[in-house]
Structure formats: structure tokens, C-alpha cells
């Protein structure tokens, strides 16, 4: 994967390398639109060219998740439209709370655009409604890409504690935490994997080390911590997420008829590894990649990322 025009500031001069970072997310992440469809109205922004793949966020997220941690789709020749999920930033918790009318929300959304057909990728609490959506419009979706990405019944993680939930679900908390990714990356790194997954200290201490000689791993890092700033913007979408989701049962997947590739690291202890396992297992005809040592993050920060990207780039190529 080509390296970006500043990485060469990495080694050298790393606040010049984070400011030149900063304003390259604000030129990705300059354009929403907000689209009145069918279902109601729904924030999205689109980059690229080529072959659409609808990038669908995690929690806390927007559409600027979904573009800045999949921005790196578009420089192998596709487009990317990422909405904001309902309850998140420019898309009211109205136009759909479950899952099920989140996806019919992405088809309208389509409609309103004149897009027929889309492959689909997503992420943590962005799954439901992706299966959802492959599901329910099967003849829209080209493929489908989920990293440790929510099937069934999610609940609040047991380490997500008071002081936890007062760092990544605050607005304060989310403050602090964008702050020192920017100034203090090991030890940020260092909350990150310790929160969002079950390794061992020392396995932690080893994957810190390694991705702070990555500017990728480092980019992505400080993409995840700006994509959930401004908390209260997201507070509805993160609140109604917790709701539907602790409700969900198995989805039934098996219905799937696209080409699917899930993704999940072993080690995630925010989505369960059961909820990677239960899709490959359940759907049709799945490819698998099971990221060994691997957090909830590990799509973006684990030292196979380069596989991982490299492997979902494959796929959607295969399957577009």
C-alpha cells in the first residue's frame, strides 16, 4: 500500500507529522451531505471513484469514521459513501432505531442517489444493520466485508467500568483521550488495547511497540480517537445502539447470498469472538480471516494490519 506524501516526517519531526495528518482528515471529512430519502433524512459523504462500497461505523462514530478509517479503499479504485448511522452526528435518531430499519435506511439512501448496487463493509456495532441490510436487500449488495462486527445480543463489555465509560463515553473523556493520541501516543495506544481487548500486559506491551514504527497503525490511531470527538453529537446514536443491540437475537445470516469475509481478532473483548464465528458459521459459502492475539481494533491496529487491509482489498476486488 503506497505511503502517504508526508509519512517521510514520521521518524524525523512527529508533530509536524501529526498536524500534516490533522489537515489531510480535514480535507476528508469537509463534505457531508444530508440526503431526504423514503425512510427520512440521512448525513453521508462520498470520495473516491469507482466501484461504490458503503462503509458502515462503529459506535462511537459518524460518516467521518467510516471515511477516515476506510479511506484507504478509495486509493485501489473505489468510491466510498459513508452515512452516519441514526443517533449520530447529522442523522436523527428518528430515521431508524433497529437495525432492521438502518438497513432499509442504507437502500433508500441508494435510492435517493441512483446507486443499484454497493458492497458493504463495517465494523463493531455497525454490523447488525450491515447483515441487516444483506439480509433484507440482497440484491443490492455486491460483498460483504465485517471486522469484529455485532451479530447477535451485545452488551457493555465487563471492563468498561466507571472510569472507562467516563473516558470513551463523555464528551470531556473524549477531549483528553484525542489530546494525548496526539501528544502521547504510546500511552494511548496503551488505553486503547487495554480496554478493547484480552491481552496480557505484556502482549499489549508488544503490540504498542510495533505500532508506533507504523505510520499506518499510528494514522489510523489518531483517526479512531478524532472520529469520537464531540460526544455529545453522538450520545443519541451510542444510547440507541445500547438499546437495540442488548436486545438482538442471532441474526439470521444464513439468508446471506453475497460473498462474505469476516474478520475478528480472538482476543477482541468488546464484541465477542461467538459473533465472528456465528456469521462464518452461518453463512453461506464465508471466508474467514481469525486475527490471532488480535483486539477489537485489530483491523486498524494489530501487527497483521497490512494482511488485513491487503486481504479485504483482494476480496472487493474479487467481488465487485
Known sequence: MAEEPYDSLFATDFDAWVKAEVAHQDEIVANPHIAKTAKGPIEYARIGEGPVVLA????PGGYDQGLLLFEWVTKSGFSLI???????????????KSPAEQADLYAALLDTLGIEKVA????????????????????????????????????????????????????????LI????KH???????????QESMLRPE??????????????????LLRFSR?????????????????????????????????????????????????????????????????????????WISPQVHEIHAKILSFLKQHT
Open 178 to 181: 484525542n489530546y494525548f493520541t
Open 120 to 175: 458493504i463493509i463495517c465494523g463493531s456495532a455497525g454490523g447488525a444493520s450491515s447483515y441487516e441490510f444483506a439480509i433484507r436487500h440482497p440484491k443490492r449488495v455486491t460483498a460483504l466485508v465485517a471486522a469484529d462486527a455485532v451479530v447477535s445480543k451485545y452488551l457493555m463489555p465487563a471492563n468498561a467500568g466507571p472510569v472507562a465509560q467516563a473516558l470513551f463515553l463523555s464528551g470531556p473523556g473524549e477531549k
Open 82 to 96: 459513508a452515512p452516519s448511522r441514526p443517533g449520530y452526528l447529522g442523522t436523527p435518531v428518528t430515521s431508524g
Open 227 to 299: 472520529s469520537m470527538s464531540e460526544y455529545p453529537k453522538r450520545k443519541a446514536g451510542v444510547d440507541n445502539d445500547l438499546d437495540e443491540l442488548s436486545k438482538l437475537d442471532d441474526l439470521p445470516v444464513g439468508k446471506i447470498q453475497c460473498p462474505a469475509l469476516v474478520i475478528h481478532g480472538t482476543h477482541d473483548s468488546d464484541v465477542l469472538f461467538y459473533h465472528g464465528v456465528y456469521a462464518w458459521e452461518n453463512i453461506p459459502g464465508a471466508g474467514k480471516m481469525w486475527v490471532r492475539e488480535g483486539s477489537h481494533l485489530c483491523a
Open 203 to 220: 502482549q499489549i506491551d508488544l503490540q504498542v511497540e510495533a505500532a508506533l514504527k507504523d505510520p499506518l497503525q499510528i494514522r489510523l
Open 56 to 59: 458502515i461505523h462503529g459506535g
Open 184 to 194: 502521547y501516543p504510546r500511552q494511548s495506544m496503551h488505553e486503547f488495547l487495554q
